[in-house]
């Protein structure tokens, strides 16, 4: 261990602590704005020079202590270091905060607030690059980018994409896809986890909220949303609430405020998902069909196989995500249930992912002539419109879901966790092939957050081995497996983003790991306090079947709620 002294207090820390660590020991908050809990450590930023002995400056996130150390983080060097690189960075970054979508959330704006800067006093030389709007999910602002490269490591290490990386050198440095391609001519998947480790707002969500605004004032439009699994636990974030709260009644009324003329639930696709993959599963393995199968509602991930394995693509479910079930039955069920003409229902999703806005626009996502999704918008999005008719969400009572896409299970909450998709599988499949009552409904081996999971289970003598993968560069090692013919596994879950969608690119800013551990436990405690917790015992989905689609991977089903990716 080490002992030293950190603005005269002394301290003893393993040896290999960074001065950064340390000082937070001693609740000493080092400026920094390139650091992130998650991320490795980076020193590109510079803000966080502290100063050793009489006049040494050193990176504190970068610099491990030593014994006897004198380290000074307040002195008129310091400050006026720090100030200085803060300075510098500025005169390189727009100043137009109150036009920025992370206003108020931004780490720049803070550290300038914090050190009483309001302009640079240096040349503007902010350069001409032009905005990214290529792609429906995520825009790249080059000129607000402050090179901290965290949106490289969570895009090439996280996630093994390596569509972000650097290019040129000294006053040209930028961060860009390869020969500076726009992101919808690259492999990007739009996951957006970028946007979640951005410290500023170069490289965000598309924001969809006026397309909603535009909808819910049209008196001839019927306006429906859904509101995703993972929302619920997280979207309270934005208004006061610890993550992991549940705020389901409240969203619900607050949409309801907003003016949603009926407000519905992704848990019940997610339920009929699980009636349509669990008897998928089920075909493939009696008649020979390819395996081992993949889930298919995580959008990024079916972008990734798309883009770098199309030969595995056999292995993906042919079912639509829940969010594109519903639309599907939005148009078709629910229309004629209402007697409205499908081309007056304007459908909406509140989804955790940016993915899921490309998802909603792809060719493949329509029924009968009707886009099943007509739009998508994130949490963070959904959060600002909330605040912008100025709902007083904390105080909101809370309200119930709409009929008939209102009762759901606990099977179908859990989607929203790494895991839960082949947990809700699994309470279906074992109780429809062997005709018994689970004893226990928790499947506890593909819960948490390790990277990739597994776990074995007996149907009816016949052993079948799962796995679980998040974060891309853990489908790839599964995907490698099955290339290489060394992949023993039956089913399959691939969340896109680590720890599934509850830690989605479109979740509130500040979605670390332990933020995500907590939005976890939320979901499972839903999970465990509901009457029903699996998706074929749902008697709304059994009425829709006795009502409409007949039976699971009947004729209807085909048509509207399964699809094919091809390469
Ligand atoms: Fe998800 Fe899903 S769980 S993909 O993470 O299968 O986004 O929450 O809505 O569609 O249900 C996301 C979440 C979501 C779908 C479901």
């Known amino acids: 261990s080490c002992t030293l002294i950190i603005d005269n207090k002394e301290i003893t820390v393993p040896e290999g602590t960074t001065i950064l660590e340390a000082a937070k020991k001693v609740s000493i908050n080092i400026p920094t704005l390139c650091n992130h809990p998650d991320q490795q450590v980076k020193a590109n930023c510079r803000i966080c020079l502290v100063q050793v002995g009489p006049d040494k400056l050193v990176t504190a996130c970068s610099t491990p202590v030593k014994d006897g150390m004198n380290v000074i ?6 400050r006026d270091t720090q100030r200085g690189v803060l ?3 500025l005169a390189n970054h727009p100043q137009d ?20 800067i309001s302009k640079s006093n240096l040349e503007d030389e902010i350069d001409s690059l032009e905005v990214d709007e290529s792609s429906p999910a995520i825009i790249r602002d080059h000129r607000k980018c402050i090179k901290c490269n965290r949106c490289i490591e969570v895009c090439q290490e996280v996630q093994g994409v390596g569509v972000l990386s650097h290019a ?15 992101l919808m001519n690259t492999l990007c998947v739009f996951c957006g986890q970028c946007t979640s480790v951005c410290p500023v707002g170069a490289i965000y969500e598309k924001d969809d909220t006026e397309k909603i605004w535009h909808a819910l004032y049209d008196e001839n439009l019927h306006v429906i949303v859904q509101i995703a699994p993972a929302v619920r636990v997280s979207i309270g974030e934005e208004f006061g609430f610890d993550p992991g709260t549940k705020v389901t009644g409240k969203v619900i009324a607050a949409l309801r405020r907003l003016g949603f003329d009926k407000v519905f639930d992704t848990n019940f696709t997610a339920d009929l998902t699980i009636m349509e993959e669990g008897h998928e599963l089920i075909d493939r393995i009696k008649n020979g069909g390819t395996l081992p199968m993949i889930t298919s509602c995580s959008p990024g991930w079916i972008n990734y196989i798309e883009g770098f394995y199309p030969d595995l693509l056999d292995h993906i479910s042919t079912c639509k995500s829940p969010q594109q079930m519903f639309g599907a039955l939005s148009k078709t069920y629910y229309a004629e249930k209402m007697n409205i003409d499908p081309s007056q229902i304007f459908t909406v999703s509140i989804m955790p992912c940016t993915a899921k ?11 009968y002539g009707y886009r099943d999704v007509d739009a998508v918008l994130t949490t963070r999005e959904l959060a600002r419109m909330i605040k912008s008719a100025s709902i007083d969400f904390a105080n909101i009572n809370e309200e119930d879901f709409d009929d008939p896409f209102g009762i759901t299970t606990g099977a179908a909450v859990i989607f929203g966790a790494t895991g839960g998709v082949m947990e809700a599988a699994l309470r279906t499949v074992y109780e429809v092939v062997t005709d018994n009552e689970l004893e226990s409904l928790d499947f506890t081996e593909v819960r948490g957050i390790e990277g990739i999971k597994e776990a074995e289970v007996d149907l009816n003598g016949t052993p079948i081995k799962v796995a679980v993968a998040h974060g891309l560069s853990n489908a790839r090692k599964v995907l490698e497996l099955i290339k290489q013919g060394k992949c023993d596994y039956t089913f399959i879950e691939v969340m896109c983003c680590p720890g599934g969608c509850i830690g989605g690119g479109g979740q509130p800013i500040g979605s670390t790991t332990e933020v995500k551990e907590k939005r976890i436990e939320g979901i499972y405690d839903i999970d465990k306090n509901m009457k029903l917790r699996k998706s074929h015992e749902n008697p709304a989905i059994r009425k829709l079947y006795e009502e409409f689609l007949g039976e699971p991977l009947g004729k209807i089903s085909h048509k509207i709620l399964h699809t094919h990716y091809s390469p």
Not at 357 to 367: C, F, H, L, Q
Request: charge should be positive.
């Open 73 to 78: 983080t307040h002195s008129k060097l310091v």
């Open 87 to 89: 300075e510098l960075i």
């Open 97 to 116: 905060c109150l036009k920025c979508i992370r206003n108020g959330k931004c780490e720049l704006q803070k550290l300038c607030e914090m050190f009483h």
């Open 168 to 182: 040129h050198r000294s006053v040209d440095y930028c961060i860009t896809p390869a020969f500076e391609k726009k």
């Open 357 to 367: 806005k490309y998802e909603a626009e792809r060719k493949e996502m329509s029924s």
